[in-house]
């Protein structure tokens, strides 16, 4: 039997989809989190790197990665993480925006980087309505805050640009 | 090339901090600041274990060391006091941080340089709420102001020890922590005679204590795996 040797290509395809354990709608590759894979012979490395400094995600993600690439038979594994460059909310793909409105988080409102937008307002999920406030800049993760939409009443968790 | 103890500085002011901020949970005046302060507790323990990643292991560091091994400033290992003085610490200290982000101490470590990039983006929710706090209790009641007043003098003493790794930085993060002083109608403390030392091991009880019970639990077992 001919085994074709593992590339990079086979690791990412095994684990682009695995979802952020906080807000499993959207995946690692869709948030932007998954940095590197490296495969050379057997040994693969796979870089990531935390959204906020103190993201208690990351252990959990790391672990996630292992169990995936062990379940195909890969176990000469190496996670690693890096701080740099910082991650920012502008490496979140579109379909990931998407898939957290659907869920019902509101996604970054604009780019970090760039010219300064002309913010006019967070639409509620629920409802689409652009008459909302926020309640807290820190919601229930680091990197969400609480808004409230004034129409339909309900309150959301808001992507902080970052 | 900065040296591993003014890592271990910088490492050691996160994780006292950070408990410090957990220790407000269910305490806080309002469920909005208990979620805050777990936020800005939550962003610094990150800082700090990514600081302790560059010079040792994170639980041997944390865990084992007793108080005069110790290197952070005297200021955050003050207990948290009334709400006030708390808001005033970190007034204090997050703009610390946001100028230590551009000093030399920083840029000439690409160690440090890659953590501070990711942590001057948090430090910067820190300061301005801090700020936020400072203004509405500085510039509320008669009650409200002069609690902020006398958090801010107690303070003061205090802010010679932090700036002892980074004495170029001292001038520009203070001014604008007296900026926000000054919008909040509140009087910038008289210079004080400087308390220091916690930079060179030499720590209050409140240290001791903190650490007592911080690491109570790894001490007593050890070597413990999950």
């Not at chain 1, 793909?93 to 957290?100: E, F, M, T």
């Not at chain 1, 229930?140 to 129409?151: A, E, M, N, V, Y």
């Not at chain 2, 220091?196 to 001791?208: A, E, M, N, P």
């Amino acid at each position: 039997m001919v085994t074709q040797p593992l590339t990079a290509g086979d690791v990412l395809e095994l684990i682009a989809d695995i979802p952020d354990p906080e807000i499993p709608v959207i995946s690692i590759s869709d948030l932007g989190i998954l940095r590197n894979v490296a495969v050379e012979g057997d040994h693969v490395t796979v870089t990531i790197t935390p959204t906020y400094s103190g993201c208690p995600a990351l252990d959990a993600i790391t672990q996630d990665i292992e169990t995936t690439l062990e379940a195909a038979g890969i176990d000469d594994i190496d996670v690693a993480m890096t701080l740099s460059p910082a991650w920012t909310t502008d490496w979140m793909s579109a379909a990931g925006k998407r898939k957290l409105l659907a869920y019902g988080i509101a996604p970054p409102s604009h780019t970090a980087e760039g010219p300064v937008p002309l913010k006019l307002t967070i639409r509620c999920p629920q409802c689409g309505s652009g008459n909302t406030g926020e309640l807290s800049r820190f919601g229930s993760t680091s990197c969400k805050s609480l808004w409230q939409c004034r129409d339909c009443r309900e309150p959301f968790d808001s992507f902080k640009v970052h | 090339m900065t040296s591993r103890d003014q890592i271990l500085q910088l490492a050691d002011d996160a994780l006292i901090l950070s408990h410090r901020c957990a220790e407000w949970l269910t305490r806080a005046p309002e469920i909005e600041e208990d979620v805050a302060l777990a936020n800005i507790g939550l962003d610094l323990l990150g800082q700090a274990r990514s600081l302790y990643a560059l010079v040792g292991d994170e639980d041997r560091l944390a865990y084992f060391r007793d108080a005069p091994e110790w290197r952070n400033c005297r200021l955050v290992e003050l207990p948290n006091g009334d709400f006030a003085f708390s808001m005033a610490r970190l007034l204090v200290f997050s703009s610390f941080q946001l100028t230590l982000a551009e000093s030399a101490i920083v840029a000439s470590d690409p160690g440090l340089s890659a953590v501070f990039a990711k942590s001057v983006k948090e430090s910067r929710y820190h300061f301005d709420h801090a700020t936020q706090w400072v203004l509405r209790l500085g510039d509320g009641t008669a009650f409200s102001r002069q609690r902020m007043q006398v958090a801010l003098e107690s303070i003061w003493p205090h802010v010679e020890d932090v700036f002892a790794i980074a004495p170029d930085s001292r001038s520009p993060a203070m001014a604008k922590v007296e900026g926000v002083i000054r919008r909040a109608t509140l009087t910038v403390p008289d210079t004080a005679k400087p308390e220091w030392g916690g930079r060179q091991g030499i720590h209050t009880d409140h240290l001791v204590d903190l650490l007592d019970e911080m690491q109570s639990v790894a001490r007593q077992h050890e070597g413990a795996t999950w």
